[in-house]
T-cell receptor, first 110, second 111 residues
Framework: NAGVTQTPKFRVLKTGQSMTLLCAQD?????MYWYRQDPGMGLRLIHY???????AKGEVPDGYNVSRLKKQNFLLGLESAAPSQTSVYFC?????????FGPGTRLTVT | TQLLEQSPQFLSIQEGENLTVYCNSS?????LQWYRQEPGEGPVLLVT?????EVKKLKRLTFQFGDARKDSSLHITAAQPGDTGLYLC???????????FGAGTQVVVTP
């Protein structure tokens, strides 16, 4: 039981490049979330999903897209990266009131 | 705008001392959670409080939910170096499953 895994762990992009972050969970959870964490800002919700095939916008969705084609996977895409998207990205899944977080992806956009 | 305000932002204490971290809001939450995050890792849930006035204890950690369900506190007794970490509070304003996080309190306990 791996819990929540994220790939990659680190990535450096140039402005304008695109990439996809992958989140996978093996706990059969319906709810999944993508957050970004910046110094002094806490965790801010980007997008979330309440089940396979459904997604919704969170607090800071601009510049990001998501897809949930399979229940166990939640993908976060950046179509044209900007320096403001430099951050640590966390994926989480939820059972009851508890959210289980992945180890994070540190993304730098130069 | 941060819905949940945590204070202090940073706390450095000696091993054996006590500390309290606060989480305040003008909004009412159906539940409130405390997480601890260590460097390079994701947050890990410590406790969930759901009833106004509720007090929960987890070994040396005591969590309290305000009567009006707008604020919470975390008290650590006889802190140890293993308590070092970023403590985050998170509130669920409704039953939609979305959490609002505070900015966190960085706690450093030195031997």
């Amino acid at each position: 039981n791996a819990g929540v895994t994220q790939t990659p762990k680190f990535r450096v992009l140039k402005t304008g490049q695109s990439m996809t972050l992958l989140c996978a969970q093996d706990m059969n959870h319906e709810y999944m979330y993508w957050y970004r964490q910046d110094p002094g800002m806490g965790l801010r919700l980007i997008h979330y999903s309440v089940g396979e095939g459904t997604t919704a916008k969170g607090e800071v969705p601009d510049g990001y897209n998501v897809s949930r084609l399979k229940k166990q996977n939640f993908l976060l895409g950046l179509e044209s990266a900007a320096p403001s998207q430099t951050s640590v990205y966390f994926c989480a899944s939820r059972r009851g009131v508890e959210q289980y977080f992945g180890p994070g992806t540190r993304l730098t956009v130069t | 705008t941060q819905l949940l305000e945590q204070s202090p932002q940073f706390l450095s204490i000696q091993e054996g001392e006590n500390l309290t971290v606060y989480c305040n809001s003008s909004s009412v939450f159906s539940s409130l959670q405390w997480y601890r995050q260590e460097p390079g890792e994701g947050p890990v849930l410590l406790v969930t409080v759901v009833t106004g006035g509720e007090v929960k204890k987890l070994k040396r950690l005591t969590f309290q939910f305000g009567d009006a369900r707008k604020d919470s506190s975390l008290h650590i007794t006889a802190a140890q170096p293993g308590d070092t970490g970023l403590y985050l509070c998170a509130g669920e304003p409704n039953s939609w499953g979305k959490l609002q996080f505070g900015a966190g309190t960085q706690v450093v306990v030195t031997p």
